[in-house]
C-alpha cells in the first residue's frame, strides 16, 4: 500500500460538520503534531440564526429546532477540530436535508476566497464514494473548476465508504441487499487482506470525478500513528449528535475498514491528470 502525508498548509472541504475529522482526523492529527497548518472549511454549516424547518434527523439527533442543530454542531465541530489540531471554518450554506439550494457561483467564491486565504499548499474534498448529494455537489464544483493550490486530492468520505460493505448504521448508504452474515464476511475478508477484501475497499472515482480527469485517481493511505488513531477516536466522540442517528457500531465499523485497508484513503491529482 502505497503512503502519503498531508503537506505544510491545507485545506480539507468538509460538507458538512464532521466529514473530515471522520474521514481524515488521524491524517489531519499527525500533520497537525509535524507543524502543518490544517483547515477545515466546512461548507454546509447551516445558519444557527436562520429560520430553516427543522428535519427528522435533527429530532432523532436530539434537537428541538435546526437553529438548535446547527449552533450545537458547530459546537461539536470546534471540540472535534481543536482534538486533532485543526482551524474550523464555517460557511452558512444550507444542506440538501434542510431543503438548500445554493447559488453556486456564490458558493464557489466564498470558498475560493476561504481557500486563497488560507495560503494553501494543498486542497482536499471528498471524492469517495461521493453517494451523499452535497459531497458530489462540491466534488464536481472543485473539479470542473480547481481553485489555485499547488495539488488537489481526494479523500475517502467516512463513514459512507465504510457502510458500503460493512453496514449502514441508521442510514441506507449500503449496498444492496447487505445482509449481516454478507457483512460479517466482508470484514473478514478485509482485515485478511484477501483478494477479495483488497477489491471491496477498492475506491473507485464516480461521474463527478472521471467527467473531469482522465483515468482513474491512486490512491494512497494517510501516515498515521496509534496516538493519532486515538485522537481521531476521541474526535469521532464529540459528534455525539449525529452519532444517535448514524449507530452505535459506526465508530468501530470506520476503525476496522481503515485498519483493513491500511488508514484513510487520499489520491492526489496532478495538472496534468485533469481535462
Not at 7 to 34: C, K, M, N, T, Y
Not at 246 to 258: D, K, N, S
Request: aromatic share 6%.
Amino acid at each position: 500500500m502505497t503512503k502519503t502525508t498531508l503537506p505544510e498548509r491545507v485545506v480539507v472541504v468538509s460538507p458538512h460538520l464532521d466529514d473530515a475529522v471522520l474521514s481524515l482526523g488521524a491524517g489531519i492529527a499527525h500533520a497537525a503534531r509535524a507543524g502543518s497548518e490544517v483547515r477545515v472549511v466546512t461548507v454546509f454549516a447551516n445558519d444557527p440564526d436562520s429560520d430553516t424547518v427543522t428535519t427528522d434527523w435533527d429530532r432523532e439527533a436530539g434537537f428541538s429546532s435546526a437553529r438548535e442543530a446547527a449552533a450545537r454542531r458547530r459546537e461539536e465541530d470546534a471540540l472535534a477540530c481543536a482534538l486533532v489540531g485543526a482551524t474550523p471554518t464555517w460557511l452558512p450554506y444550507t444542506d440538501a436535508d434542510h431543503g438548500g439550494e445554493p447559488t453556486l457561483e456564490r458558493m464557489r467564491a466564498r470558498l475560493d476566497k476561504e481557500i486563497a486565504e488560507a495560503d494553501a499548499d494543498a486542497v482536499l474534498l471528498p471524492g469517495y464514494p461521493l453517494a451523499h448529494p452535497d459531497h458530489a455537489l462540491l466534488a464536481a464544483s472543485l473539479l470542473s473548476a480547481p481553485p489555485m493550490a499547488a495539488r488537489l486530492g481526494l479523500y475517502v468520505e467516512q463513514p459512507y465508504a465504510a457502510w458500503r460493505h460493512l453496514g449502514r448504521g441508521r442510514r441506507s448508504w449500503a449496498i444492496a441487499n447487505l445482509t449481516l452474515t454478507r457483512s460479517l464476511h466482508n470484514l473478514a475478508s478485509m482485515l485478511l487482506h484477501t483478494k477479495r477484501g483488497r477489491a471491496l475497499q477498492a475506491p473507485t472515482a464516480g461521474p463527478p470525478v472521471t467527467s473531469v480527469i482522465d483515468g482513474e485517481p491512486v490512491w494512497a493511505a494517510v501516515i498515521a500513528q496509534g496516538s493519532d488513531r486515538r485522537l481521531k477516536g476521541r474526535a469521532m466522540q464529540q459528534y455525539a449528535s449525529q452519532f444517535r442517528g448514524f449507530g452505535r457500531h459506526t465508530r468501530p465499523v470506520i476503525a476496522l475498514y481503515e485498519r483493513g485497508w491500511g488508514g484513510e484513503g487520499v489520491a492526489w491529482i496532478s495538472t496534468a491528470e485533469r481535462n
